[in-house]
């Protein structure tokens, strides 16, 4: 028998402009929510990656008691820029094995046999009202580089949905369907913990290289972002 189960799940990170120093602060949030729905792929390993979704939203920075939503801004930040790293995993998958236990629980035992993963990059940059020039240059840079990032994330997807291809996954439950559902999750943690490890340490990396280049350098915005990706690349070169 082979079911397919989505979850999705989501990485969120924040990037910070401020008015007196500039320093990223990475905030982590993992949601995981699941839906039970029936599908298959052609290939053992599938990937699919949506257009980045940017949104750009102003806000009062004098006026923070109003019923419109505002950024979490800390003292002395102008600007904020938030992105997720999320993904839905479509897996299939045959049962092994199966029995009733003495708890008159159903035991599943699956062996993963295709993955599908769906990437989407919603980027929301929030700007103050009449903004500094040197403010949106700045969230500009941060929101480029998310997407250059998430650009190149197919490979890292790709990796983490085939490191389940084959393998085995148990649980139990009330019903075939819900021990399948539990088994499943343990499959998803595995291939999201790898994608959104990779992804979120890459774009963090950029982000602490690029805040440093702004600092010191005080260049063009986009120069300061394809500079930060070099030295990245170098670096990463010499530790091989």
């Excluded at 401020?18 to 699941?34: C, E, F, G, T």
């Excluded at 940017?54 to 800390?74: A, C, H, M, T, W």
């Excluded at 992804?199 to 602490?208: K, Q, W």
């Amino acid at each position: 028998m082979v079911i397919a189960s989505i979850f999705v799940s989501t990485f969120k990170q924040t990037a910070f402009k401020q008015i007196a120093s500039k320093q990223i602060a990475l905030v982590i949030i993992l949601a995981l929510i699941q839906t039970f729905t029936y599908g298959c792929s052609s290939s053992d390993v599938s990937v699919e990656r949506k257009k980045p979704d940017i949104k750009i939203r102003y806000f009062d920075p004098k006026n923070f008691e109003g019923k419109s939503p505002v950024p979490n801004l800390q003292p002395g930040e102008s600007a904020l820029t938030e992105w997720e790293f999320g993904c839905q995993t479509n897996f299939d998958f045959d049962i092994v094995e199966e029995s009733r236990m003495s708890t008159g629980k159903t035991f599943v035992r699956l062996k993963v046999k295709k993955v599908k993963i769906i990437l989407n990059a919603p980027i929301l940059v929030w700007l103050p009202k009449n903004p500094a020039p040197d403010v949106v240059a700045h969230e500009k840079g941060h929101q480029d580089i998310c997407t250059r990032v998430y650009s190149e994330s197919d490979e890292t997807a790709r990796k983490a949905a085939q490191s389940v291809v084959g393998r085995s996954f148990e649980s139990e439950g009330d019903t075939r369907e819900e021990a399948c559902k539990k088994a499943l999750i343990q499959a998803q943690e595995v291939v999201c913990a790898i994608y959104h490890q990779d992804v979120s340490d890459y774009a963090g990396c950029i982000s602490e290289i690029y805040d440093s280049l702004d600092e010191a350098e005080k260049g063009e915005a986009h120069e300061l972002v394809s500079k930060a990706f070099s030295n990245y690349k170098r670096v990463s070169d010499q530790k091989k």
